[in-house]
């Protein structure tokens, strides 16, 4: 190997070094900056309570309603973009779409995906005035929905596209149909990949503010029913932060540290599942 050509190979073992190590550095910078300022403020009074009438002037409550309401506004939001993403990934990859068709829904979803998630709010705060639908769980549901759906049909058509051609053609040389191909061979293989697309795009969703500020509200009350509008984690930390307390500004990270081991947890989870699903799949 000249010597022209073993400096540029170093040079980009070391560039592709330092950028790991950058991403690193600040994820731990992230985390670790929001469990030293949140965890003191931490409290199984604070998870298990609702805000008082001075929670936000420093005085006693808790965050409970933005927790339920996180999980009541981002599960059933995975779920509905999943009955969605699905289908149309599996529609692009499995040649049910002719090819010009499937570039023009795969540009729309790349455009979609690079939308600002305030616009998403924005598009659904104006279908809800056309209705006459008030702030609700359920404006917030449905524009999660199509705030998820983009990110985790991209990501579930870039996993089917992955299954080895070889399966597909074994699968058609025995006889199987497209949909029997589909539902035994190529969704089975591509599992784990499909609940890690599914986890993106929940964790964009609960971590998402702007969207939900004009469809869900905010409420200091867990909602009963999809007409209630709902709290957030997000806007918990952001209408803490926006205090000038130190007391409820420390509260704020508390939330914040909440909803980091809510989006941990569910990504580990996704990974532990993935993994067991991975002895169903041929490598």
């Given at each position: 190997?000249?010597?022209?050509?073993?400096?540029?190979?170093?040079?980009?073992?070391?560039?592709?070094?330092?950028?790991?190590?950058?991403?690193?550095?600040?994820?731990?910078?992230?985390?670790?900056?929001?469990?030293?300022?949140?965890?003191?403020?931490?409290?199984?009074?604070?998870?298990?309570?609702?805000?008082?009438?001075?929670?936000?002037?420093?005085?006693?409550?808790?965050?409970?309603?933005?927790?339920?309401?996180?999980?009541?506004?981002?599960?059933?939001?995975?779920?509905?973009?999943?009955?969605?993403?699905?289908?149309?990934?599996?529609?692009?990859?499995?040649?049910?779409?002719?090819?010009?068709?499937?570039?023009?829904?795969?540009?729309?979803?790349?455009?979609?995906w690079g939308i600002p998630s305030i616009v998403?709010?924005?598009?659904?705060?104006?279908?809800?005035?056309?209705?006459?639908?008030?702030?609700?769980?359920?404006?917030?549901?449905?524009?999660?929905?199509?705030?998820?759906?983009?990110?985790?049909?991209?990501?579930?058509?870039?996993?089917?596209?992955?299954?080895?051609?070889?399966?597909?053609?074994?699968?058609?040389?025995?006889?199987?149909?497209?949909?029997?191909?589909?539902?035994?061979?190529?969704?089975?293989?591509?599992?784990?990949?499909?609940?890690?697309?599914?986890?993106?795009?929940?964790?964009?969703?609960?971590?998402?503010?702007?969207?939900?500020?004009?469809?869900?509200?905010?409420?200091?009350?867990?909602?009963?029913?999809?007409?209630?509008?709902?709290?957030?984690?997000p806007l918990a930390v952001f209408f803490q932060?926006?205090?000038?307390?130190?007391?409820?500004?420390?509260?704020?990270?508390?939330?914040?540290?909440?909803?980091?081991?809510?989006?941990?947890?569910?990504?580990?989870?996704?990974?532990?599942?993935?993994?067991?699903?991975?002895?169903?799949?041929?490598?």
């Amino acid at each position: 190997m000249s010597t022209a050509r073993l400096a540029r190979e170093r040079a980009t073992l070391f560039l592709m070094q330092l950028a790991l190590v950058c991403v690193i550095a600040a994820t731990l910078f992230i985390m670790g900056t929001v469990l030293f300022r949140g965890v003191p403020a931490l409290t199984w009074a604070m998870l298990t309570s609702l805000p008082t009438g001075g929670f936000y002037l420093g005085k006693g409550g808790g965050i409970l309603n933005a927790i339920v309401g996180s999980v009541l506004l981002s599960i059933p939001a995975t779920l509905l973009a999943t009955l969605v993403s699905l289908p149309v990934a599996t529609a692009l990859q499995t040649e049910y779409l002719p090819r010009s068709l499937a570039r023009i829904v795969t540009v729309a979803l790349d455009i979609l995906w690079g939308i600002p998630s305030i616009v998403y709010g924005v598009f659904g705060f104006l279908v809800m005035l056309a209705f006459g639908i008030g702030t609700s769980l359920l404006g917030g549901i449905l524009t999660l929905t199509f705030l998820m759906i983009p990110v985790m049909t991209r990501a579930m058509s870039e996993v089917i596209a992955a299954t080895p051609l070889e399966l597909k053609e074994t699968a058609y040389a025995i006889g199987a149909t497209k949909y029997e191909t589909m539902r035994h061979v190529i969704l089975r293989q591509s599992f784990p990949g499909l609940v890690t697309a599914m986890m993106l795009a929940f964790g964009r969703g609960i971590g998402d503010a702007a969207a939900v500020l004009f469809t869900a509200g905010y409420s200091d009350r867990i909602p009963r029913s999809l007409t209630d509008p709902a709290a957030s984690l997000p806007l918990a930390v952001f209408f803490q932060l926006a205090s000038p307390s130190p007391i409820v500004q420390q509260r704020a990270y508390a939330a914040a540290c909440v909803l980091m081991v809510i989006v941990l947890t569910i990504s580990i989870g996704a990974r532990l599942l993935g993994s067991r699903a991975r002895r169903f799949t041929i490598r």
